[in-house]
């Protein structure tokens, strides 16, 4: 339902990867391999496109079966956080009701998710099975489980340049905690162990197994990802693995300025290069990265404030789609769960240790650049709701031992009225934000009537789009999504959004850039001033509410020769 609503809603970055698909159907291979945005999306919607799916509707489908892995991830990670190896042997720690309602939840929160059209929720998805992987004791033991951790990094990175660094890192220390506390041998303790008798460790071979193991899921990653690294080393001429780690280094040396900088690009008019729809969407182009000196004064405690602020605001991501803050609150008591298991429950506290790392890793990499989306962390709001959840099941056993005169029936009493309290914070949102889409005409519908409209009036492209000129570039921006979406519908070249801000300045950078129409959207007396400049032809206004969706007036010129 989600994605037949959505169908036509696209983003800026969604847009680049259908036009990927579109090249590889086209059998376009050269304009296909973009540095900027990884292949697995496009990947897997070229066999639908080129059965004759519509790009978009392909998308979906990808965002759909995506948030169907997320849904069976969370499922499984639950159950394998409710499982404990103890010497005795296995058993269960959480109730058999709490599995099926953390799932729902996630499926709440996923509906949500797979309303954006990119690929986040594919990589949340293929994170979520790598962390389900990597919480196996068996990870250094099986080579082949190394091997498949491996193969999902390389998912990973197919799908989004940032989880590269997560899964090395990750990947990394996640063997050397296996190790250290000997889960995958017998779940004793293994700073108890170990500390007593360093030497051995390499004696009965659990660290050269473990090297084993971690060569093997580093050439698991080596084998899927290296094709799609010689490809864009080959267009590079030199070896890359993705242009974006370079912007992103770039702009975090700039911390609070990068915002500005990041908006610097979409402002001004640029020609369309003749083998793209727009200089955004040009696979030959190299992005400007912005410039600053890192030695400048004060930059050091600038880059700290920039990292503290990201790190408030991965907390209010989190916390904006859980009411009572109950994720929030799980992700704090982990170290408090790795510390009371260390000693006793070497595998426990191996498990806890690696969703730890796995949430501080993930989220002190996007601290050092860009927290700014809270698309960027679903999947850290779903590793969140899965250890929340895992808590709540441990209820019944703390209660148990904080007062052991409370029945078993009331034990678990508490904990189902704990569960209802969690139900509710974790799935008010993603209901009220479907609720709220449902009860709304179709995001992005507007741009596509709109497009169809200048396509009976035979509009000339290149296009442009402009409103309220009076605002500064932040509040002006979204007029650029608007002409680019259009542009997208019409099959047309974009040459993007004036800086100028009066009618002859704009009808100067027109010329210059080889725009032949403009649309200005929801601003008339901008219209009015840009119909009475010479060069300019009022064509047509395009009222609001003419066309589903449409809330504002679109007014349409062209520029005369």
């Known amino acids: 339902m989600v994605q037949a609503h959505c169908a036509d809603q696209l983003t800026s970055d969604g847009e680049c990867y259908l036009r990927m698909a579109e090249c590889y159907v086209k059998g376009d291979l050269r304009h296909a391999v973009f540095g900027q945005w990884s292949p697995l999306v496009p990947w897997l919607t070229t066999p639908l496109v080129a059965a004759g799916v519509a790009p978009r509707y392909a998308f979906r489908v990808v965002l759909a079966?995506?948030?169907?892995?997320?849904?069976?991830?969370?499922?499984?990670?639950?159950?394998?956080?409710?499982?404990?190896?103890?010497?005795?042997?296995?058993?269960?720690?959480?109730?058999?009701?709490?599995?099926?309602?953390?799932?729902?939840?996630?499926?709440?929160?996923?509906?949500?998710?797979?309303?954006?059209?990119?690929?986040?929720?594919?990589?949340?998805?293929?994170l979520l099975l790598y962390l389900d992987d990597a919480l196996d004791d068996r990870l250094l033991v099986s080579r082949l489980r190394a091997f498949a951790a491996g193969i999902l990094g390389a998912l990973g990175y197919l799908t989004k340049l940032y989880a590269l660094p997560f899964f090395l890192v990750?990947?990394?220390?996640?063997?050397?905690?296996?190790?250290?506390?000997?889960?995958?041998?017998?779940?004793?303790?293994?700073?108890?162990?170990?500390?007593?008798?360093?030497?051995?460790?390499?004696?009965?071979?659990?660290?050269?197994?473990?090297?084993?193991?971690?060569?093997m899921g580093l050439l698991g990653f080596a084998v899927l990802a290296a094709p799609w690294a010689a490809a864009l080393s080959a267009r590079f001429g030199q070896f890359t693995l993705g242009t974006t780690g370079g912007d992103a280094l770039a702009y975090a040396r700039l911390g609070e300025g990068s915002v500005a900088a990041r908006l610097a690009l979409i402002v001004g008019l640029q020609r369309p290069p003749a083998a793209a729809y727009s200089v955004w969407q040009d696979s030959d182009r190299v992005v400007p990265r912005p410039t600053s000196d890192p030695d400048a004064s004060g930059g050091l405690a600038r880059r700290a404030r920039w990292v503290w602020g990201n790190l408030g605001r991965i907390a209010g991501h989190a916390a904006s789609l859980d009411e009572f803050r109950l994720g929030l609150?799980?992700?704090?008591?982990?170290?408090?769960?790795?510390?009371?298991?260390?000693?006793?429950?070497?595998?426990?506290?191996?498990r806890y240790l690696v969703v730890l790392l796995a949430v501080a890793v993930y989220c002190g990499g996007y601290a050092l650049v860009y927290a700014g989306e809270r698309r960027f962390f679903w999947f850290l709001l779903l590793v969140a709701l899965v250890v929340a959840f895992h808590f709540l099941g441990l209820v019944p056993r703390v209660l148990g031992r904080l007062a052991p005169k409370l029945s078993e029936r009331r034990r678990r009493l508490v904990a189902a009225a704990l569960g209802v309290v969690f139900v509710v914070s974790f799935a008010f949102h993603p209901i009220r934000f479907l609720a709220d889409l449902l009860g709304q005409p179709p995001p992005g519908r507007e741009h596509r009537l709109v497009a169809e409209v200048l396509?009976?009036?035979?509009?000339?492209?290149?296009?442009?789009?402009?409103?309220?000129?009076?605002?500064?570039?932040?509040?002006?921006?979204?007029?650029?999504?608007?002409?680019?979406?259009?542009?997208?519908?019409?099959?047309?070249?974009?040459a993007g959004m004036p800086a100028a801000k009066d009618p002859r300045g704009i009808v100067a950078e027109m010329r210059a850039a080889g725009a032949r129409t403009l649309l200005v959207w929801g601003d008339p007396p901008m219209a009015a001033a840009l119909s009475r400049e010479a060069g300019m032809e009022l064509l047509s206004v395009i009222r609001a509410g003419s066309l589903t969706g449409l809330a504002r007036d679109v007014a349409v010129l062209r520029l005369l020769p």
């Open 455 to 494: 396509r009976g009036m035979g509009v000339e492209a290149p296009l442009a789009a402009a409103n309220r000129w009076g605002a500064d570039d932040s509040q002006r921006r979204a007029a650029w999504w608007d002409g680019l979406h259009v542009a997208y519908y019409l099959d047309a070249k974009y």
């Open 329 to 350: 609150v799980a992700l704090g008591l982990l170290p408090i769960a790795v510390a009371l298991t260390w000693r006793r429950q070497g595998e426990a506290a191996a």
């Open 65 to 126: 079966l995506s948030g169907a892995v997320a849904i069976v991830a969370v499922w499984r990670l639950i159950g394998k956080c409710g499982m404990r190896n103890a010497e005795c042997g296995t058993r269960r720690e959480i109730p058999r009701w709490l599995r099926p309602i953390a799932t729902g939840c996630a499926a709440l929160l996923v509906l949500e998710f797979s309303a954006d059209l990119r690929v986040d929720l594919p990589l949340a998805a293929i």
């Open 170 to 215: 990750h990947f990394t220390l996640t063997a050397v905690v296996r190790v250290w506390t000997n889960g995958q041998a017998n779940g004793a303790s293994g700073l108890r162990s170990q500390v007593g008798d360093r030497k051995s460790a390499s004696h009965d071979g659990r660290w050269p197994r473990a090297a084993i193991a971690w060569g």
